[in-house]
């Protein structure tokens, strides 16, 4: 049995990596900023009041959970608000500072304030999107969404080496384009099916494949 960390795990993706994770009977702290009924119906930890854009919710996280070791970490807790060239008002310049402090900077805060929970094995997922890669961007627009994600996988390259070291691996995940509230309900993949490849991809990674950026499937996708 694996102790498990999702972030954002009340709904979306997050939940559905909770129930995956405890099917198979692994041990799972579901942090989020409130809980939702299906949340409570996993039976997982539910860890509430954690927003990972404010320093002092996550730091209160790691005091609750002082003395835990984490076996695999999933940043999943993230934000999306659409952005269109000559329409990006004051408003708009917010949503993208709001996006940065969730999507980018969420990540490496909770990581960083967990430190202690980490050793030598810990695999921890960081769920960014092909939306964040250069290479992959033929349809410009969300310019918020777009830049925090392009700055998570700088992050999580970062973090991939600075804690080879120590035996922990980190990679960054694209799940797909996934059914979820935070995209209208749009999308060609359901949660469930996301959240079982994403398992996959975690219960593959070791030392030889941190620092890569993968797509649920398995398959390479361009920085």
Same mark, same amino acid.
């Given at each position: 049995?694996?102790?498990?960390?999702?972030?954002?795990?009340?709904?979306?993706?997050?939940?559905?990596?909770?129930?995956?994770?405890?099917?198979?009977?692994?041990?799972?702290?579901?942090?989020?900023?409130?809980?939702?009924?299906?949340?409570?119906?996993?039976?997982?930890?539910?860890? *509430?009041? +954690?927003?990972?854009?404010?320093?002092?919710?996550?730091? #209160? $996280?790691?005091? /609750?959970?002082?003395? =835990?070791? !984490?076996?695999?970490?999933?940043?999943?807790?993230?934000?999306?608000?659409?952005?269109?060239?000559?329409?990006?008002?004051?408003?708009?310049?917010?949503?993208?500072?709001?996006?940065?402090?969730?999507?980018?900077?969420?990540?490496?805060?909770?990581?960083?304030?967990?430190?202690?929970?980490?050793?030598?094995?810990?695999?921890?997922?960081?769920?960014?999107?092909?939306?964040?890669?250069?290479?992959?961007?033929?349809?410009?627009?969300?310019?918020?969404?777009?830049?925090?994600? *392009?700055? +998570?996988?700088?992050?999580?390259?970062?973090?991939?080496? #600075? $804690?080879?070291? /120590?035996?922990?691996? =980190?990679? !960054?995940?694209?799940?797909?384009?996934?059914?979820?509230?935070?995209?209208?309900?749009?999308?060609?993949?359901?949660?469930?099916?996301?959240?079982?490849?994403?398992?996959?991809?975690?219960?593959?990674?070791?030392?030889?494949?941190?620092?890569?950026?993968?797509?649920?499937?398995?398959?390479?996708?361009?920085?």
């Amino acid at each position: 049995m694996q102790t498990v960390l999702v972030t954002g795990a009340n709904r979306g993706i997050g939940l559905a990596l909770v129930q995956r994770f405890r099917e198979r009977g692994d041990r799972v702290i579901a942090a989020c900023r409130s809980s939702s009924p299906e949340l409570d119906a996993t039976g997982a930890q539910v860890e *509430a009041g +954690v927003d990972v854009a404010d320093d002092a919710a996550v730091a #209160d $996280l790691a005091r /609750r959970l002082e003395g =835990v070791r !984490l076996d695999v970490v999933v940043l999943n807790a993230g934000v999306l608000s659409p952005q269109s060239y000559g329409d990006i008002d004051a408003a708009g310049f917010q949503s993208m500072r709001e996006q940065f402090e969730v999507n980018a900077l969420g990540p490496l805060r909770v990581l960083q304030a967990l430190d202690g929970c980490l050793g030598e094995g810990t695999r921890v997922g960081i769920i960014t999107s092909r939306m964040g890669s250069m290479e992959d961007n033929t349809s410009g627009g969300h310019y918020g969404y777009r830049a925090s994600k *392009a700055a +998570v996988n700088a992050i999580g390259r970062s973090l991939a080496v #600075d $804690l080879k070291d /120590r035996g922990i691996a =980190v990679q !960054l995940l694209h799940p797909g384009f996934v059914a979820t509230d935070m995209v209208g309900g749009r999308g060609d993949v359901q949660p469930q099916q996301a959240a079982a490849q994403l398992v996959e991809r975690l219960d593959e990674l070791d030392l030889s494949s941190t620092g890569t950026f993968r797509h649920a499937n398995g398959s390479a996708l361009p920085w």
